[in-house]
């Protein structure tokens, strides 16, 4: 698949409300085959109010270090990740949630898998507090993004934001990169297990990949410049819920 894109000389930036003073701090560094970023996970702009209504967590600086091959290979077959990969400015992508859907829980959904409806961040972004950069944090403080950080959007005059698990690139180029995915047709079973319904994208079983949809494969990656790379978009499955790399770092 070959994806032919012209770059926008310049991409504005959208400023996220602040409500946190960040104390960033990241450091990447390459060494054999290898490129290394070490994060404390706070980010370099501002952040929604944690704790919030619909999030109980506050941001906590965190010890990660993400090392990813510096010459990523890609293999013929993907594999499921559940942390995409680290942005450029430390905090980690986590597209998917551990949240399901749950009828003997107030919020309608909980961490206990009861059913095989796994919430879907970015469409149940209310329900999990999550921010204007759409981020937000885990029980152990964790902030990490779910969908496109406005914030990152167009810095320092690229389009790469992020380094996937596997060691290839991650950009955002808006509407240019179209997402092959699309909502199923009809209502989700109704029973003691399943929360019926249309398929309106709130849980991830309401999504299915179809080839040749968008110009981007199942992981959202495509060819740009000669080289295999990933692209968040604005659409669902918004970052790469698996990867083409024959190596991947398993990110905590």
């Known amino acids: ?4 894109i ?9 400023v996220a409300t602040a ?9 990447t560094t390459t060494s054999g085959q290898q490129r290394c970023i070490t994060s404390n996970g706070i980010p370099d702009h501002s952040t929604g109010k944690f704790p919030n209504a619909h999030n109980p967590n506050s941001i906590r600086a965190q010890k990660t270090k993400v090392c990813i091959p510096l010459a990523p290979q890609k293999s013929s077959r993907s594999t499921p990740v559940r942390t ?3 942005a450029l400015n430390g905090v980690l992508i986590r597209p998917g949630t551990a949240g399901y859907y749950d009828p003997n829980s107030r919020r309608g959904h909980s961490q206990r898998p009861v059913s095989n409806w796994q919430v879907e961040g970015m ?3 209310k329900k999990l507090g999550i921010d204007n950069n759409n981020a937000h944090v885990d029980k152990r403080g964790l902030y990490h993004y779910h969908g496109v950080p406005p914030t990152l959007v167009g810095v320092n005059g690229t389009t790469q934001i992020a380094w996937a698990a596997d060691g290839f690139p991650i950009h955002y180029i808006g509407d240019q990169a179209r997402p092959s ?4 047709s009809g209502s989700r079973p109704s029973g003691p297990k399943d929360p019926g319904g249309a398929y309106d ?13 968008g110009n981007l494969d199942e992981c959202n990656g495509a060819m740009m410049g000669g080289e295999y790379v990933y692209f968040v978009t604005d659409a669902y499955p918004f970052y790469p819920r698996c ?10």
Request: glycine share 10%; no cysteine.
């Open 123 to 125: 469409f149940a972004g």
């Open 6 to 14: 012209t770059i926008p000389a310049a991409i504005v930036a959208i």
């Open 84 to 86: 995409t990969g680290i």
């Open 1 to 4: 698949m070959i994806l032919r």
């Open 201 to 213: 994208g709130t849980y991830v079983q309401d999504w299915e990949y179809e080839r040749g949809l």
């Open 19 to 27: 409500a946190f003073a960040a104390t960033p701090g990241v450091k």
């Open 243 to 252: 990867l083409y790399g024959t190596k991947i770092t398993n990110i905590r």
């Open 181 to 184: 995915y699309m909502l199923k």
